[in-house]
C-alpha cells in the first residue's frame, strides 16, 4: 500500500479511516459505524459507513475480530496515519506536561542523571515505558562508594561518578567475619575517594581486606570504563504497560518485556534512530520485520539527541500499537529540544568530551598501565591503605 498522503481520489476513504484510527488510539476499542457517525460523520448513514469499511478491509487498512463487532486499524493504517502527520508539529502539549520541563536543571556536570530525570518526567507524561541511550564520557570521576552486605557470603559494591554513572559488582568475603569491618572500611575508602582524613582507624587485617576490595573493585571499574562496544542502556516504567487493556494479555505484554531486556535487539533501534537522525516509529510487524523476532502488537518511538547536530544516542518509549502516537511524538521533541539546550550549555561551560563506543576486540586491553591513564582514579600500590 503506498503511505504518501493521499490523493484526492481516495480523500473520503481516508478521512473516514483518519476518523477510525484516532478513535480507536483514543479508546483502545474496534470502531463501530454508529460510534463513528457520532463523533465524526453526523451528515453521513452508518450505512455509507460501513461501505467504506468494507472498501478499507479491502485495502487491508482496516480488519474486525468478530462479524458483528467494529473495525481495528491494521498497522498498515497506522503507518499511514505517522505519515501524516509526522513533520506536523501543530499537535497542542499539554500544559501539565510543559510544566514537567521546568524541574530540569539548564545545565549540569551530573550528565546521565539528567537523562533519567527526563526518562523519568517523559514516563509520567506519556504514562508508558521509556529508555535512552548514553555514550561515556571523559574524564569521569568516581565520587562515592558503597558496601552491601547482601547475605554470609557476599557483598555489593556501589561506584557512582561524578557524571552520573553507575556502576555494581557483587564480591565475597573471605571469612564470616569480614562482615564486620565493611562499615569502616566503606568509610575509609569514601575518605581516600574525597581526598579527606578518616574518621575510623582500621586494624591490620581491615586494611589489609580494605586494599583488597578497592584494588578489586578498581580494576573491574577500568576494565569497564575503557573497553566498552556499546552505548549504556536505561529503563523505567516497565508497569505502566499495564495500564493497557491490550498488555492484559500476557503473550503481548511478555513480548513487550522481552523488547526491553534484549540488549542487543534495544541497540538495533537505537542505532537505527541515530543513523537516520530523525524521528524513528516501528509499529506491530516493522519491528518484527527489522529485529528477524516477533513483537507483534507493540510500538517503538525513539528520538536522537545530540550536541552540535551531532547524536550522543536516542531516547524513546515502548507502548502497544494503540498509543497517542501525535502526543508521544510532541512530547518527545518537546523533551528531547530541552536536554539538548542543557547538554550544549553543559559541554562548553564544563569542558566536556565524550567517547563512541568502539566493537569489541577479542583481545581487551589489560595493560593496568594503559587503562589507568585513561581515568583519574588509580590503583593502590601495596600498603597504600595504612
Known amino acids: 500500500m503506498d503511505t504518501e ?45 460501513r461501505n467504506y469499511f468494507v472498501d478499507l478491509e479491502k485495502r487491508d487498512l482496516l480488519r474486525k475480530n468478530h462479524v458483528s463487532g467494529g473495525r481495528i486499524p491494521t498497522d498498515s493504517a497506522l503507518r499511514a496515519y505517522v505519515n501524516l502527520f509526522s513533520h506536523d508539529d501543530s499537535y497542542p502539549i499539554p500544559q501539565k506536561t510543559q510544566s514537567l520541563l521546568e524541574d530540569l536543571p539548564e545545565e ?20 508508558l515505558p521509556t529508555f535512552f541511550s548514553a555514550p561515556r564520557f571523559e574524564n569521569d570521576v568516581i565520587t562515592n562508594i558503597q558496601l552491601i552486605t547482601i547475605d554470609d557470603s557476599r557483598f555489593l559494591v556501589v561506584l557512582s561518578s561524578e557524571f552520573g554513572q553507575i556502576f555494581t559488582d557483587v564480591l565475597w568475603f573471605s571469612t564470616p567475619d569480614e562482615r564486620n569491618s565493611l562499615e569502616n572500611i566503606e568509610l575509609s575508602l569514601k575518605s581516600r575517594l574525597r581526598k579527606e582524613s578518616c574518621l575510623v582507624e582500621l586494624s591490620s587485617n581491615e586494611k589489609t581486606l580494605a586494599y583488597r576490595i578497592y584494588n578489586e573493585v578498581v580494576v573491574r571499574y577500568l576494565t569497564r570504563y575503557c573497553n566498552f562496544s556499546e552505548e549504556d542502556l536505561y529503563f523505567t516504567g516497565f508497569s505502566k504497560l499495564l495500564r493497557y487493556e491490550a498488555f492484559s494479555d500476557p503473550e503481548l505484554l511478555a513480548s513487550g518485556l522481552a523488547l526491553f531486556e534484549n540488549r542487543k535487539d534495544m541497540h538495533v533501534i537505537i542505532n537505527t534512530c541515530m543513523s537516520k537522525n530523525e524521528p524513528t516509529i516501528l509499529i506491530g510487524e516493522e519491528l518484527t520485520e527489522l529485529l528477524k523476532t516477533p513483537y507483534s502488537g507493540c510500538s517503538i518511538i525513539a528520538l536522537p539527541y545530540c550536541i552540535n547536530r551531532t547524536p550522543l544516542g536516542a531516547l524513546g518509549i515502548l507502548g502497544p500499537s494503540n498509543i497517542p502516537y501525535r502526543e508521544v511524538l510532541g512530547t518527545l521533541k518537546l523533551f528531547s529540544n530541552k536536554l539538548q539546550d542543557g547538554l550544549t550549555k553543559s559541554f562548553y561551560k564544563f569542558k566536556l568530551s565524550f567517547r563512541k563506543p568502539k566493537e569489541s576486540r577479542t583481545t581487551p586491553e589489560r595493560d593496568i598501565n594503559v587503562l589507568t591513564q585513561r581515568t583519574p582514579i588509580k590503583l593502590l600500590p601495596s600498603k597504600e591503605m595504612s
Open 5 to 49: 498522503t493521499p490523493s484526492k481520489k481516495d480523500e473520503k476513504f481516508f478521512s473516514v479511516l483518519f476518523a477510525t484510527v484516532e478513535l480507536f488510539l483514543a479508546t483502545g476499542h474496534p470502531v463501530g459505524s454508529k460510534t463513528l457517525q457520532e463523533k465524526s460523520f453526523p451528515h453521513l448513514s452508518t450505512a455509507t459507513i
Open 108 to 127: 549540569s556536570r551530573n550528565i546521565i542523571r539528567d537523562l533519567q530525570n527526563i526518562t523519568e518526567k517523559i514516563g509520567e507524561a506519556l504514562q
